[in-house]
């Protein structure tokens, strides 16, 4: 059973806060990570696959890293505002055709 | 344009009925999938779908199974429904399988059975 974890499970900042969440996941059989935004009643939104060790991405004034020997990748968002306010997920992916996906990091943004 | 799109987006049924929940997608993906987000809130994959032929088959009951017509849709078939099928259900699509690549979901579909 593969084990994919995410901290903090939820997080509340104020607008122009910056922020970051960490991914755990098995250091084996490592071929991608993936991370998604994800709003209710919304379709989940890819952010970024990663597939190499020591990635960093960057979307905007979200990125991300990603290191496969130890089994972690990080998600920052720098200067938070209110539409950043979303679950945040990042699913594990080991060369076969799925992906295993933590709970989750909701994240609420006040202005 | 929606990508993935899939309907009904709500269902409220009664317990032993049969249902259908469809699914398209318009990307000219190869690879079709459905997840179900349980009462834990993981995302799980249940079936997925490559040039019409079944590549994935978690551990469901046989009461749920999965129909491609072509490859732009794979609608999920639920026989018999009981109360704990109550979920939210995802489609989704990829090129080629989703190692490495980018995976695009449905809005997902709310089954409540009562």
Known sequence: ILNVEQSPQSLHVQEGDSTNFTCSFPSSNFYALHWYRWETAKSPEALFVMTLNGDEKKKGRISATLNTKEGYSYLYIKGSQPEDSATYLCAFNSGYSTLTFGKGTMLLVSP | ?114
């Not at chain 2, 987006?9 to 993906?29: A, F, P, R, W």
Request: glycine content about 6%; proline content about 4%; overall charge neutral.
């Open chain 2, 1 to 114: 344009d929606t990508a993935v799109s899939q309907t009904p987006k709500y269902l409220v049924t009664q317990m032993g009925n049969d249902k259908s929940i469809k699914c398209e997608q318009n990307l000219g993906h190869d690879t079709m999938y459905w997840y179900k987000q349980d009462s834990k809130k993981f995302l799980k994959i249940m079936f997925s779908y490559n040039n019409k032929e079944l590549i994935i088959n978690e551990t469901v009951p046989n009461r749920f199974s999965p129909k491609s017509p072509d490859k732009a849709h794979l609608n999920l078939h639920i026989n018999s429904l009981e109360l704990g099928d109550s979920a939210v259900y995802f489609c989704a699509s990829s090129q080629a399988g989703v190692s490495g690549n980018t995976i695009y979901f449905g809005e997902g579909s709310w089954l409540t059975v009562v």
